[in-house]
C-alpha cells in the first residue's frame, strides 16, 4: 500500500507540480511551436510522452547494470542522446506507415523530440532521483502526461488568443509567451495540493 501511494504521488507531482514545461522550463521549443492547433498538439504530446516512456525503459537498465558497473558514468548523456535518438527514428517510421497525416502535420518537429531537453532531462533526472526501475517509468507517463497537459492546455488558450483582439504591440510571439507565464503561474498554485492529499 505505501509503494502504490508512493507510486501516485510520483505520477500526481509529475504532471501537476514539477511540470517539465512550465515548472521547469524544458521543452519549451515544441511547446511554443505545435501548439498552434489542437490536434497537432495532442500528436506531439502523444509522441513525446512514448519517447519519454521508452527511453526510461531503455536508459535505466543501460545505467545500472551498464555505465554504472563499468565506471562510465560520464559516458551517460551520450549514450542517451543516442538511445532517444534511435526511438524517434523508430517513432518516425511508424507514424509515417500508420499515421500519414499527423506525421506530415508535426512536419520538422517530430525530429527535434530528439534534442527536446524534457526527453533527455526525464531520463537523466530519474537516474539523479535514485528512482527504483518502476518509479522511473511512473515518473516518465507523468511527465509525458504533464507535457501532454500542458500541449492541449495552451492550444485552447492560443485559439483563444487568435480569436480576440489583442492590442498591436502584444501581437505574435510577445502575447503567446505572456499567455504561458499566466498558464505557468497557474501550475504553481498546485504546488501544495499533491502534498496535503497525501500528508
Known amino acids: 500500500m505505501e509503494m502504490f501511494k508512493s507510486l501516485i504521488v510520483i505520477l ?22 505545435v501548439s498552434k492547433k489542437l490536434g497537432q498538439a495532442v500528436g506531439m504530446g502523444i509522441s513525446v510522452t512514448a519517447v519519454m516512456l521508452l527511453a526510461s525503459a531503455i536508459t535505466w537498465p543501460i545505467q545500472r547494470l551498464l555505465l554504472d558497473r ?22 518516425e517510421v511508424v507514424l509515417k506507415k500508420f499515421s ?43 511527465c509525458g502526461l504533464g507535457f501532454l497537459l500542458a500541449m492541449v492546455l495552451f492550444a485552447g488558450l492560443r485559439s483563444r488568443i487568435d480569436e480576440s483582439e489583442v492590442p498591436k504591440p502584444f501581437r505574435g510571439l510577445a502575447v503567446t509567451l ?3 507565464s499566466f498558464v505557468s503561474l497557474a501550475f504553481m498554485g498546485l504546488a501544495g495540493i499533491v502534498d496535503t492529499l497525501f500528508a
Open 70 to 91: 563499468l565506471g562510465l558514468e560520464y559516458m551517460q548523456t551520450i549514450v542517451f542522446i543516442l538511445v532517444i535518438a534511435a526511438l524517434v527514428q523508430m517513432l
Open 100 to 142: 500519414p497525416a499527423l506525421h506530415k502535420a508535426l512536419g520538422v518537429y517530430l525530429p527535434l523530440i530528439t534534442t527536446n531537453c524534457a526527453v533527455l532531462g526525464v531520463a537523466i533526472n530519474n537516474i539523479t532521483d535514485g528512482y527504483s526501475f518502476v518509479e522511473s517509468i511512473v515518473s516518465s507517463l507523468g
Open 178 to 180: 505572456i499567455a504561458a
Open 12 to 33: 500526481l507531482s509529475s504532471v501537476l507540480v514539477n511540470n517539465y514545461v512550465l515548472s521547469r522550463f524544458l521543452g519549451i521549443c515544441p511547446f511554443l511551436g
